[in-house]
């Protein structure tokens, strides 16, 4: 299967998790408003995310699946078998060691990630109680990356994909069970958190079953310390400790945002989701259908396939990214009313959510950079470099944080995190010579530029058209939404033909999109 099948796979059910993500914020949003309850929830619920960021994703399969893909290969299902229930056994024993500490000093880890919330205060207690229950989702989460890594060694990625979405379906739905209850603000909030637990759970559950019907059989035992646990642990711990650095920079975003008034948390989450649409189904999905092919191409030393398909995956993805950019940017204020202006998220939240958006947006294409080069420093066993990259962007996001957000406010707490991306981003690609030795084709260089160019026009025709159409007293409104599927298919004609023109008038072959050539 090509990188662009799977990350085409792997991006469809991405994105569908990311609507199923979307519509549990608008139920949030409408149900709960931008308040004390939603910024206590998100911020529990963020920690969890931030641990499983660091053990379970990016650090442990960029260890684990290198390593489990050579054994399968080399040794068979049997050995590959055995070092998957030692690699369950040790990684279960480690996160029930941490998140029993982690759920003893809860409080201080909410003093250290949320700075702004008054110890004293409903609001810290509140953030405690509901970390408390929502922070061994950590444990199921990381068993059910370990069992997707396992299917996606198989090429098997779209059930993976698929499930993510189990989290913000079961909360959501949860969380209307309690609005047609009538139950107040404070036990729907605590009833959102336990479901978000069990919705981790169920995850796992499906994750663990699925591999079984493969043959595959977790085993747990004591005797887990073997050499190739040794080899991936030992490898786990620079991408653990880079992605820790990367995560510092959403926990010191979160710890300054709690400063800002309350509600802004909410705010700025929502903006962050609109953001992770394009973000999720580009960058991530690319990244996850690259690790495993890159891993055999390296190993086997096939640098020109790598390059090769490495190039069509960007190509391909900075297509969808350019037009992405173009409408969260040019449209920020549209996307955001009629993504959440209902019920109690009013227009002051939209122009708060709106600002934000534009920040983020600005760093999406180093995002997506950053995703596809990572995983070509994991594929060759290198976890080491990426954090060194990843403190250097840290220290930068402090710099811009002390500096931009004191006049900018929620726009210049996005833009920071932006700009850590880029330095990030630009770091990975210069250094990355030794790992992958690209033959970078010069067609490539020339259908970006293309794709900028094409991008920069829509991006002036949208906000021209826009600004016809679109006016903020109409986010109340119902018009909304034929408005904004007005200028979205405005825009989808504009950038897809002034791409396709531009290619004619400067002699390309390939320029008709629909057709596999142009993604060569």
């Known amino acids: 299967m090509s990188v662009v099948k799977s990350a085409f796979t792997v991006g469809a059910f991405t994105l569908f998790s990311r609507f199923m993500g979307y519509a549990r914020e608008c139920i949030v949003a409408a149900v709960m408003g931008a308040g004390m309850y939603t910024d206590c929830f998100m911020v529990a619920a963020k920690l969890a995310n931030i641990f499983r960021r660091i053990f379970a994703e990016g650090a442990f399969n960029a260890s684990f699946l290198p390593r489990f893909s050579n054994v399968l290969h080399k040794d068979g299902k049997d050995s590959a078998n055995k070092v998957l229930s030692d690699v369950f056994s040790c990684l279960l024993i480690i996160l029930a060691i941490f998140v029993t500490m982690v759920l003893i000093f809860f409080p201080s880890v909410v003093q250290v990630a949320a700075k702004g919330f008054d110890v004293l205060s409903e609001k810290f207690g509140l953030t405690v109680r509901l970390g408390r229950i929502c922070f061994p989702y950590l444990i199921f989460i990381s068993l059910s990356s370990m069992c997707s890594g396992v299917l996606n060694t198989m090429n098997k990625f779209a059930l993976p994909a698929a499930l993510h979405c189990l989290p913000s379906v079961i909360v959501g739905i949860s969380l209307i069970v309690c609005y047609f209850l ?287 159409l679109w006016t903020p007293d109409l986010g109340a409104s119902m018009q909304k939404w034929p408005i904004f599927i007005a200028v979205f298919s405005f825009g989808c004609a504009v950038y897809l033909s002034s791409l396709m023109f531009l290619l004619l008038v400067t002699g390309q072959k390939n320029w008709k999109l629909w057709k596999k050539e142009a993604w060569v």
């Open 182 to 468: 009538g139950l107040d603000k404070n036990i729907s909030v605590h009833i959102m958190a336990v479901f978000f637990l069990l919705a981790g759970i169920l995850h796992t559950s499906l994750l663990v079953y699925t591999i079984t019907c493969y043959k595959f059989r977790l085993k747990f035992n004591f005797h887990c310390w073997t050499p190739h646990v040794k080899d991936i642990m030992k490898n786990m711990i620079p991408g653990i400790i880079g992605a820790g650095v990367w995560q510092l920079n959403m926990l010191v975003d979160t710890s300054i945002c709690s400063y800002l008034p309350t509600g802004s948390i909410t705010c700025i989450n929502l903006a962050d989701r609109l953001n992770q649409f394009p973000l999720a189904t580009l960058g991530i999905a690319l990244s996850t259908a690259l690790l495993p092919l890159m891993s055999n191409c390296l190993s086997m030393k096939d640098y020109k396939r790598a390059s090769e398909e490495m190039q069509k995956g960007l190509l391909f993805a900075y297509f969808l990214t350019f037009f992405a950019t173009t409408m969260l940017i040019s449209c920020n204020d549209l996307l955001v009313a009629v993504a959440f202006q209902r019920g109690l998220f009013g227009p002051e939240e939209v122009q708060i959510t709106a600002s934000a958006l534009i920040g983020f947006a600005l760093g999406l294409p180093f995002y997506v950079l950053a995703k596809v080069y990572a995983a070509v420093y994991f594929a060759a066993r290198d976890t080491k470099t990426p954090v060194i990259f990843a403190a250097i962007s840290v220290i930068i996001n402090l710099i811009c944080l002390i500096i931009l957000v004191p006049f900018f406010k929620y726009f210049g707490l996005s833009l920071c995190t932006s700009v850590s991306a880029m330095v990030n981003a630009f770091l990975l690609v210069c250094f990355s010579g030794k790992k992958l030795r690209v033959n970078w084709a010069e067609s490539f260089f020339f259908k970006i530029g293309v794709q900028i160019l094409a991008a920069t026009i829509t991006f002036f025709a949208l906000r021209g058209f826009s600004a016809l």
